[in-house]
């Protein structure tokens, strides 16, 4: 439901969903485009409202599930391209080394959850996008 989204009116949104269905089983053009559904809900009744989406990252928990994280992650970046009032932040860099293995120094003990520095990371990467994102007044 996006009543409670819409009754603020906001100039700004982030979201950050649809991991959890992915780790529990769907498919990651499934959850891809139930976001992306969302998406166009959301632009329908709030037109002027900048979405921020921030990619999903496989964790250690659940890596036998990453390559339908990385399937929802391509398919919604693809798709807001083409849109100017979605901006795509791709998380999963600021999470991984080059060789693709996670950066341990930003999770909590249990390899899913996003430790203090972890959430600098977060904080930092967020503030940097909400300002720059495309056709938003800062």
């Given at each position: 439901?996006i009543?409670?989204?819409v009754?603020?009116?906001?100039?700004?949104?982030?979201?950050h969903?649809?991991?959890?269905?992915?780790?529990?089983?769907?498919?990651g053009?499934?959850?891809?485009?139930?976001?992306?559904?969302?998406?166009?809900?959301i632009?329908a009744v709030?037109?002027?409202?900048?979405?921020l989406?921030v990619?999903?990252?496989p964790?250690?928990n659940?890596?036998?599930?990453?390559e339908?994280?990385?399937?929802?992650n391509?398919?919604?970046?693809?798709?807001?391209?083409?849109?100017d009032?979605v901006?795509?932040?791709?998380?999963?860099?600021?999470?991984?080394?080059e060789?693709?293995?996670?950066?341990r120094?930003?999770l909590?003990?249990?390899?899913?959850?996003?430790?203090?520095?972890?959430?600098?990371l977060w904080?930092?990467?967020?503030k940097?996008?909400?300002?720059?994102?495309?056709g938003?007044?800062?």
């Amino acid at each position: 439901k996006i009543d409670y989204i819409v009754r603020y009116n906001p100039k700004k949104i982030v979201i950050h969903i649809g991991g959890n269905d992915i780790n529990r089983g769907a498919k990651g053009s499934v959850a891809a485009n139930k976001i992306i559904d969302l998406f166009n809900k959301i632009h329908a009744v709030l037109p002027y409202t900048k979405i921020l989406y921030v990619s999903n990252d496989p964790s250690q928990n659940y890596w036998h599930r990453h390559e339908e994280i990385n399937i929802a992650n391509e398919v919604i970046k693809a798709y807001v391209e083409k849109l100017d009032y979605v901006t795509y932040l791709d998380f999963t860099q600021y999470l991984y080394t080059e060789d693709c293995n996670y950066v341990r120094t930003s999770l909590e003990a249990d390899g899913l959850h996003l430790n203090k520095l972890g959430y600098a990371l977060w904080i930092k990467n967020l503030k940097e996008a909400l300002l720059e994102m495309k056709g938003a007044d800062k």
